[in-house]
């Protein structure tokens, strides 16, 4: 029987190092036969693709570990790890001593894969724990890791100084953890600037910084009310940094990164973050250097006079952020204005090289430069009566990993010349605020001429003529044919009627006989038969994933998310808005949690549309949380 797991208080270790001293005395014959052993452990020898794999080094009977170093896992990606434990065992008066280091990894392909054991100098000899063979398939087998966060556990690296320059995490005698962490573990948010007008970007970056040793995970995200939000950077693939405070190195993690652009004036605060710490600390004593934090890990188990491990739990929160934002000047304001902000050029150009009366034609405006583009609106268009112009559609190319965001935005226009002769567009203006001048500019195009031909009658009706003659020609050449041979004609006549009496005969047969077929059918299915979409309303955007159409992806699953909270929650199309989906799910029960966490889902659709670094696993990743959260709704 397992006596004890996981064993991370400090007193409980020293005592069990007591006392499993005092048994090997007693019990020496049994122990002199104990060898240590280091052996490699995995939750599964066959998982799908889309699976998550536990993976553990153990070391049993061990006096002393050095030099440990994990294998590299080059078909998998590591989700958690490392993470530590150790413990004891009483099996049938057998004792054992055990250390691990775990990962939690996930494929990267399918295939078969073997994983290299790990290497340690345990009490003074190097060993290897066996090598694992790992068969991924594409039928996953429900082996799904358990995280319930809207961001991924982060765990701090510690800085890689020497350890006599970083004694954070070793609790001297009379110290208090509690003290000790709020000087070496926080939160902040930094934003670009605290002023700024309504469509002025700012950006909010939420940093935490660690110089102990923990793992935090992030509880609740920041709500972001009154921004359109977007994302700079991936936290889950962006790497920790360091920084020095007071002449302290910390480790940086970059929790959210994001470009918000108001929407409304007023003071405008934005939400704390929360974040979840498991911070992990020994007691101080003499303690041996190593190059590897792993094999100081193995130290506190095996060294008399190491420290011992206490664990703390520990809430922190950010501090609010007020952002003052101010209403765009009345005065001089275009009258063509329609909320652009920041520095714009613009060209347009008429796409189609010939061009003829009743013509589609398409002409292209574009804006250029940075600022709030992906809301910016069409510039207006005064069609001349010559001209029959229709609304335009848009197509943006921005960066949204600089601030502020920079790129361009094309307008496409469709028009059609009423008459042929000499046209003109008049010059397209383009009104925006600078916020660097504090004032409003006007750009414009030059006018846009152009000559629409007519159509060649003359060509047409020779055309015409020419169809005409030859279908007299042909018309003439029949009938003499159809003179000759007029007894066939009556006879395929006669011959012809009869057969498409008989099919028809039959044809009414077959339909009664399929009209009581039918009758039987409606009697004992009651309940209407569902399209496929029905039954799986993410069934289109798997399809487009099966084929690896990321963008169809991304628009697809964010459209049947919209379409399933309009039918589920029985909200018109026109009133289906952020604040009404948020009242309903409240009234259904759904914690903020699950609110915001539906949120995070929309907001990485639209994020990953305009991202042309797409991932197979993160996309089926967001599939999953997807359909997870949308069973709620049934």
Aim: aromatic share 10%; hydrophobic share 35%; charged share 20%.
């Amino acid at each position: 029987m397992n006596v004890f797991n996981q064993v991370k208080s400090g007193t409980i270790i020293k005592t069990l190092r007591y006392a499993f001293i005092a048994l090997f005395a007693i019990t020496n014959s049994l122990a002199a036969k104990a060898q240590a052993k280091f052996t490699t452990e995995v939750s599964s020898n066959e998982i799908g693709r889309s699976d998550y794999l536990q993976i553990q080094f153990v070391i049993s009977n061990a006096k002393q570990i050095d030099q440990f170093s994990a294998p590299s896992f080059p078909d998998f990606q590591i989700v958690e790890g490392p993470s530590q434990s150790s413990g004891m065992s009483n099996i049938n008066g057998n004792v054992t001593q055990y250390q691990s280091v775990a990962f939690v990894i996930q494929p990267l392909k399918m295939g078969k894969f073997t994983i290299a054991g790990a290497t340690a100098t345990i009490d003074g000899k190097q060993m290897r724990s066996n090598p694992i063979t790992i068969n991924v398939t594409a039928n996953s087998t429900g082996n799904v890791h358990k995280n319930n966060m809207i961001q991924p556990f982060f765990r701090p690296i510690w800085p890689g100084e020497p350890e006599e320059d970083n004694k954070a995490y070793i609790l001297k005698p009379g110290e208090n953890a509690s003290d000790v962490i709020k000087k070496n573990l926080f939160v902040k948010v930094q934003v670009s600037k605290n002023k700024c007008y309504v469509g002025e970007p700012i950006v909010a970056t939420y940093k935490l910084y660690s110089c102990l040793r923990s793992e935090s995970r992030v509880t609740k995200l920041p709500s972001m009310n009154g921004f359109s939000v977007y994302d700079m950077i991936d936290p889950n693939k962006n790497t920790p940094s360091y920084e020095t405070i007071n002449g302290k190195k910390f480790t940086v993690h970059i929790i959210r990164k994001a470009q918000l652009i108001p929407l409304q004036s007023g003071k405008v605060e934005l939400d704390p973050v929360q974040i979840e710490n498991d911070v992990y600390f020994l007691k101080g004593g003499s303690r041996r250097h190593h190059n590897n934090i792993l094999d100081d890990f193995f130290d506190n188990f095996s060294n008399e006079d190491g420290g011992n491990m206490i664990e703390q739990h520990f809430t922190l929160n950010s501090k609010p952020v007020d952002i003052n934002v101010q209403a765009l000047p009345e005065k001089n304001k275009p009258e063509n204005f329609s909320g652009a902000v920041g520095s714009f050029d613009m060209n347009a150009v008429i796409e189609n090289k010939k061009i003829a009366a009743h013509d589609d034609v398409t002409l292209k405006v574009t804006v250029k430069g940075n600022g709030n583009l992906p809301i910016i609106n069409a510039p207006q268009i005064t069609w001349p009566n010559t001209i029959e112009g229709y609304d335009a559609t848009a197509k943006e190319n921005v960066d949204k990993t600089v601030a502020p965001m920079a790129g361009s935005k094309t307008f496409e226009y469709n028009f059609s010349p009423k008459n042929a002769g000499d046209n003109a567009i008049p010059p397209i203006e383009f009104s925006y605020f600078d916020p660097s001048t504090n004032n409003y500019k006007t750009i414009k195009t030059e006018p846009l001429n152009f000559t629409a031909s007519t159509e060649n009658k003359k060509e047409k009706s020779s055309d015409a003529f020419m169809a005409a003659v030859q279908k007299q020609e042909g018309n003439n050449a029949f009938k003499t044919f159809f003179v000759d041979h007029l007894e066939w004609f009556f006879a395929v006549i006669i011959l012809s009627s009869l057969a498409v009496y008989l099919i028809r005969q039959n044809s009414i047969s077959k339909r009664k006989e399929l009209e009581k077929l039918a009758a039987l059918k409606l009697e004992k299915e009651k309940a209407p038969v569902l399209s496929p979409e029905e039954l799986d309303p993410l069934s289109r955007a798997k399809k487009f994933l099966d084929y690896t159409d990321y963008p169809g992806f991304y628009e697809e699953l964010n459209r049947s998310v919209w379409n399933v909270l309009c039918d589920k929650l029985q909200i018109r199309s026109s009133e289906l808005n952020k604040q009404n989906v948020v009242k309903q799910l409240q009234l259904r029960g759904w914690s903020d949690y699950d609110i915001m966490h539906l949120e995070n889902i929309l907001s990485k659709c639209e994020m990953n549309l305009y991202t042309p670094d797409y991932s197979e696993m993160n996309s089926q990743q967001l599939l999953q949380e997807t359909e997870g959260l949308l069973k709620k709704l049934a």
